[in-house]
């Protein structure tokens, strides 16, 4: 599975940003995944996931991140989102798109948030 996040970017403590993530070269996709899940992987720290939204509408969201972060899908347009709100430096990483319970072993190359103080 080939995933694909974009979205990223330089904002300042307080910005927002919304990333997207979605499959390409066919099967599978967002819709057929399910469970889908973006994760982060910043300086020095292992990757770990912030939020996820499973088939039935529930969603999970690390303490870190609750009340500031919304995950999203679209199923039509293929595409998972991230609306990121409220952003403080330790949001600073890559962020990753993933299958959200058992991953895919190929992680794509991430889209970059660095948000500054």
């Known amino acids: 599975v080939q995933l694909q996040a974009s979205g990223g970017g330089l904002v300042q403590t307080g910005g927002s940003l919304r990333l997207s993530c979605s499959t390409s070269g066919g099967i599978p996709t967002i819709s057929t995944i399910g469970n889908m899940g973006w994760y982060r992987q910043g300086p020095g720290k292992q990757r770990s996931l912030v939020a996820s939204?499973?088939?039935?509408?529930?969603?999970y969201y690390s303490d870190s991140v609750k009340g500031r972060f919304t995950i999203s899908r679209d199923n039509a347009r293929n595409a998972v989102y991230l609306q990121m709100n409220g952003l403080k430096p330790e949001d600073t990483a890559v962020y990753y798109c993933?299958?959200?319970?058992?991953?895919?072993?190929?992680w794509g190359q991430g889209t970059l948030v660095t948000v500054s103080s």
């Open positions: 993933n299958r959200a319970g058992p991953t895919f072993d190929s």
């Open positions: 939204r499973y088939s039935g509408g529930r969603t």
